[in-house]
């Protein structure tokens, strides 16, 4: 794929992986990544962010064919040092020599901590810091925590530009770079799925960077993220709009109910609570771990107002699966949540109280939970049926 000219003399010159099904554990629907990274051809010449270090031959590539026979760049700029973003610096400084390397006090460090270096011609640029480039100006603003410690945005205000790395991002390999080039629907999703797989833990620090962007009255036509489409126009405040939303965590009226089973007494239970929730109105999913990836339960529960975890009792504890959704779902640290366990057990039936406690630590408001001794009654079923409808009146309450 060649590089794309995304306004005159700024070029989009990164690489889309079609195959990436995978970052560390978060599975990204099949739909791969880009890894975008921007060329700006001025006075001066700046790289802003790398690729993964599979694609420094992609890059190598869309480079010679913006810079021609002059394979000159005189600035990186390193807003992320994830390796999906700085994979192919160390191979970059060697080819190009740039007179500096400019990145966040964090980034520093972690720059340090990744490449080991001696002598690279690295700056430190804290927020408020301008450089020029001839014509244009470069400013940047610290991002801290979004995702890493050391993520920092870069803002172009005679193009109204700003390159946002890691915010406003969506895992979806196309071979178009706009967002308003793609079926909006999915666009939508995919920007859903990326923030409650990565942003979601800090939905705090994008309300804030948010509101100081809207304060600052910075002028911007053109959100350029490092994976996925880029938005230009009315598209702006449309993608700013809907990451407010997303970090504001606004309950809808869905609930998750999310399980693993043995022999099926559980998954009757969790059908039975389903079921109570969807007569009164509420909007359900239910998920079974044997059928689902965490990643896309996660994507489900973010928005929802409330999640019915399922286990039984399996060796004193819960089974394997739903250890591994409920770890997942911590850290990931949803907020706003109503939540309820059912489980079955054979004899020690410690499930509720460690599928509770998980909930707990979520900070979620516990509806009371419900086991059985190995299989489900008909009347059992119907105290479950009873619990869906007990946790449809509490999303009622919450959500008004
Ligand atoms: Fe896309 Fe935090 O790397």
Known sequence: MKPREIKDGIYWVGAVDWNRRSFHGYSLSHKGTTYNNYLIKDEK???????AEEFWPTLQCNLAHVLGSDEK?????????????????????????????????????????HFHYKDWPVEVVPTGTEISLGKRTLHFVEARMLHWPDSMLTYCPEDKIV????AFGQNWATSERFADEVDRAVLERLMGEYYANIVLPYSAVVLKLIASIREMGLAI???CPDHGLIFRGDDCKWVMDKYVEFAEQKPKNKAVIVYDTMWHSTEKMA??????????????????????????????????????VGSPTHNNTILPLMADMLTYMKGLRPQNKIGAAVGSFGWSGECIK????????????VVEGIKVKHVPTHEVL?????????????IKAKIG
């Open 45 to 51: 010449i700046a790289l802003i962010d790398t690729v």
């Open 73 to 113: 760049i005189d600035y990186f700029v390193i807003n992320h040092l994830e390796p999906d973003h700085a994979g192919s610096l160390a191979l970059a400084v060697e080819k190009y020599r740039p007179e500096k390397i400019y990145t966040s006090p964090m980034g520093q460090k972690a720059m340090e901590a």
């Open 163 to 166: 390159f946002t790395n890691d």
């Open 221 to 223: 036509d053109t959100i």
């Open 271 to 308: 059908l039975a609570t389903a079921s109570g929730l969807a007569d009164a109105g509420v909007s359900v999913r239910v998920m079974c771990m044997k059928n689902n990836h965490h990643s896309d339960v996660m994507s489900e529960i973010f928005d929802a107002a409330a999640v019915v």
């Open 354 to 365: 460690i599928l509770t406690k998980w909930l707990e630590d979520c900070n979620m408001e």
């Open 382 to 394: 119907g105290q479950c049926y009873e619990q869906g409808k007990a946790i449809a009146a509490a």
